[in-house]
C-alpha cells in the first residue's frame, strides 16, 4: 500500500511524514487554499533527506515559468488538478518531473477519463470539491481500475481506510481528515493513520 499525504508545511510537517515512511508528501501551490505553501518556504525542503519518500508539487494549470522559477530542483513529482491535456503533461515531464494526474469523479463516466492520460505516471481520482473533503462516492470506488498507479482522494482516514481497502484500493490521498483544524496537520492523527496502514500491510 502506498500513502501521499497532501497540504503539508515545510517546517512542521515533513521530519515526520520521512521518519513515518510517507511515499508522497503533498505540497500545495494554490493561493485560494488555506494549506498554500509560502514560496519563501519552498528553499526549507532541501535540508531534508528524503529518504524513499518523494515530494509532490500540487498545482493547478501551473505555467513553465512557475515551474522554472520555484519547482524545478525541489520537487519529484508535479500534481496537476486543472484542465491539463494530454500535451500539457507530456510537456512537463520533459521538463523532468513525473506526473500525477487528477481526475475529477462525479459519476461512472468520469472514471474513464484517467485513459486519456496514459502517460501520467499516477492517476489520482478525486472529488469535484478540490479540498472540501467530500466523500468520494462509495458505489463507485470498486469500478476504479486497481494498481499502484491509482490512487484515491476523498474523506480517507483511519475508520474508513480498512473497508476501502477491501474495494481494491490501495494507494490512499489523505488531507483535511488529518487537521484537527483547517490547514494544520494533526501529527497523532497522521501517526494513528499510518499505524493502521501498517496493520493492514501485516
Known amino acids: 500500500m502506498k500513502i501521499k499525504l497532501c497540504g503539508l508545511n515545510p517546517t512542521r510537517d515533513v521530519q515526520l511524514?520521512?521518519?513515518?515512511?510517507?511515499?508522497?508528501?503533498?505540497f500545495v501551490f494554490y493561493e485560494k487554499s488555506p494549506r498554500n505553501i509560502n514560496l519563501h518556504d519552498v528553499k526549507i525542503l532541501s535540508r531534508y533527506d528524503k529518504k524513499n519518500s518523494a515530494f509532490v508539487a500540487v498545482t493547478v494549470n501551473p505555467s513553465n515559468e512557475f515551474i522554472k522559477e520555484n519547482l524545478i530542483g525541489k520537487f519529484d513529482f508535479i500534481q496537476l488538478h486543472g484542465s491539463e491535456s494530454k500535451n500539457r503533461v507530456a510537456e512537463i515531464?520533459?521538463?523532468?518531473?513525473?506526473?500525477?494526474?487528477?481526475?475529477?469523479?462525479?459519476?461512472?463516466?468520469d472514471i474513464d477519463k484517467h485513459k486519456e492520460f496514459d502517460n501520467a505516471d499516477i492517476i489520482l481520482f478525486d472529488t469535484p470539491g478540490m479540498e472540501k473533503s467530500y466523500e468520494f462516492p462509495?458505489?463507485?470506488?470498486?469500478k476504479l481500475p486497481v494498481g499502484t498507479k491509482y490512487a484515491l482522494a476523498g474523506s480517507i482516514s483511519e475508520n474508513n481506510v480498512e473497508n476501502i481497502n477491501k474495494l481494491g484500493v490501495n494507494f490512499f490521498d489523505l488531507s483535511s481528515s488529518l487537521e484537527s483544524q483547517v490547514g494544520y496537520k494533526d501529527h497523532l492523527k497522521i501517526k494513528n493513520f499510518i499505524n493502521k496502514v501498517n496493520e493492514l500491510k501485516d
Open 93 to 109: 515531464k520533459d521538463m523532468g518531473f513525473k506526473i500525477i494526474k487528477a481526475i475529477k469523479v462525479q459519476n461512472i463516466k
Open 138 to 142: 462509495k458505489n463507485l470506488i470498486s
Open 17 to 26: 511524514c520521512i521518519d513515518y515512511k510517507v511515499d508522497y508528501l503533498g
